[in-house]
């Protein structure tokens, strides 16, 4: 955000002028001000590195502790912050349950 002038910098239409990391995070600033009960995140931290994806699950838990969080994703990291994981493959249910220790260790097949 320092290279758009900090807090005093001007956000163009659309968030031009942001990269797509800084959208998604700006995107779920706006769930954690609404106090959603339920979040629906497609995809929203897949431009952000682990680390901050995982600072981003922290802040909706803590901030929504009752909201229900429902998450698509391709990557596994931070799969171990949801209660159970639905694995779909072409349109499919493939497996269903808690997060498994050696499931974060892979990527959700396309």
Known sequence: MTRI??????IE???KNLS?????????????LAKCK???????????DATVHQRMMSLISSHLPTATVI?????????SDFDTVIEMANGKVV?????AADSISHEIRP
């Not at 002038?5 to 001007?10: A, I, K, N, P, S």
């Not at 497996?95 to 997060?99: A, L, R, V």
């Open 5 to 10: 002038g900090g807090l005093d910098g001007q």
């Open 95 to 99: 497996s269903k349950g808690p997060p």
């Open 38 to 48: 339920v979040v629906l995140i497609d995809e929203a931290t897949s431009h952000l």
């Open 13 to 15: 239409e659309g968030g």
């Open 20 to 32: 797509f990391g800084e959208r998604q995070i700006i995107s779920i600033c706006r769930i954690l």
């Open 71 to 79: 998450c698509i994703t391709h990557v596994m990291h931070g799969l």
